[in-house]
């Protein structure tokens, strides 16, 4: 399974974001997928997943602003981010879990005050 992320970049506080990732491979072993973020010298935290069954889960950090969402035709997962916040600054990486863990190359997300 292979992981690529797009759509980050440089933003003000307030403004919002849209992440792409977009998956290839063996697709069938995957149940969930989610975003994570690690921030300079911070560990890496969940910040939101999608089961195969469309349940969601949400960081308390995140929740009412960022939405998680897929199209399974075009084998991509999105996060849409709102209501941008300094702290949101990170690189932010697409996962897929199944038989093995899979990671994308991840994706700079700046926001600015």
């Known amino acids: 399974v292979q992981l690529v992320e797009s759509g980050g970049g440089l933003v003000q506080a307030g403004g919002s974001l849209r992440l792409s990732c977009a998956a290839s491979?063996?697709?069938?072993?995957?149940?969930?997928m989610g975003w994570y973020r690690q921030a300079t010298g911070k560990q890496r935290e969940l910040v939101t997943l999608?089961?195969?069954?469309?349940?969601?889960n949400y960081a308390d950090s995140v929740k009412g602003r960022f939405t998680i969402s897929r199209d399974n035709a075009e084998s991509t997962l999105y996060l849409q981010m709102n209501s941008l916040k300094p702290e949101d600054t990170a690189v932010y990486y697409c996962?897929?879990?199944?038989?093995?863990?899979?990671w994308g190359q991840g994706t700079q997300v700046t926001v600015s005050s």
């Open positions: 491979g063996s697709l069938f072993s995957i149940n969930v």
């Open positions: 996962n897929a879990q199944g038989t093995f863990d899979y």
């Open positions: 999608i089961t195969s069954g469309g349940s969601t």
